[in-house]
T-cell receptor
Framework: EAQVTQNPRYLITVTGKKLTVTCSQN?????MSWYRQDPGLGLRQIYY???????DKGDVPEGYKVSRKEKRNFPLILESPSPNQTSLYFC?????????????FGPGTRLTVL | QKEVEQDPGPLSVPEGAIVSLNCTYS??????FMWYRQYSRKGPELLMY????GNKEDGRFTAQVDKSSKYISLFIRDSQPSDSATYLC???????????FGQGTRLTINP
């Protein structure tokens, strides 16, 4: 089954404690991206990757890091989380950003930073 | 000003009604227009896709794009309680490497 998986699904942490949210896809997609979703602001792109070792900033990259060492995985790293990073995070993958027939979102990770 | 504006609602209508959801945008370079449906506690799923201007119909759903007015719409006919969800519009320019999303409209269909 084609899918994007994220872990953990729920996470409560404290300010400054480094964390990683994993994202994995089983469709051999080249394009992967991370979004955060906040009430009243919709989905905003954090980082995206066009392929292995190719990553770039989205609209709200501050406080986040990513890496793309393998095609299937695209982890999101918060080196020093702060309360304003409390949000719902989604990973997505597709062949290209606009290749809509192959566009999948993960189930989401709800992060709370105290 | 946001690149894409969408009324967040909430919008509540009776079962069987025709629903109209809309987005406006400011970037004339947008060529790809999408509507996503997001159920509570789930990731968005692609519902409709239109390239450039025109209409597209899929069952009870119709997507319209008016590039001259920078306005897109999603119509839902014979709405069902199972259509209750948040609907997000998204757009992208030719060759762009990202989608720009609207805020999402929360829709409830009452039996």
């Amino acid at each position: 089954e084609a899918q994007v998986t994220q872990n953990p699904r729920y996470l409560i942490t404290v300010t400054g404690k480094k964390l990683t949210v994993t994202c994995s896809q089983n469709m051999n997609h080249e394009y992967m991206s991370w979004y955060r979703q906040d009430p009243g602001l919709g989905l905003r792109q954090i980082y995206y990757s066009m392929n292995v070792e190719v990553t770039d900033k989205g609209d709200v990259p501050e406080g986040y890091k990513v890496s793309r060492k393998e095609k299937r995985n695209f982890p999101l790293i918060l080196e020093s989380p702060s309360p304003n990073q409390t949000s719902l995070y989604f990973c997505a993958s597709s062949w290209t950003p606009t290749r809509t027939d192959t566009q999948y979102f993960g189930p989401g990770t709800r992060l709370t930073v105290l | 000003q946001k690149e894409v504006e969408q009324d967040p609602g909430p919008l509540s209508v009776p079962e069987g009604a025709i629903v109209s959801l809309n987005c406006t945008y400011s970037n004339s370079a947008f060529q790809y227009f999408m509507w996503y449906r997001q159920y509570s506690r789930k990731g968005p799923e692609l519902l409709m896709y239109t390239y450039s201007s025109g209409n597209k119909e899929d069952g009870r759903f119709t997507a319209q794009v008016d590039k001259s007015s920078k306005y897109i719409s999603l119509f839902i006919r014979d709405s069902q309680p199972s259509d209750s969800a948040t609907y997000l519009c998204a757009m992208s320019a030719q060759g762009a490497q990202k989608l720009v999303f609207g805020q999402g409209t929360r829709l409830t269909i009452n039996p």
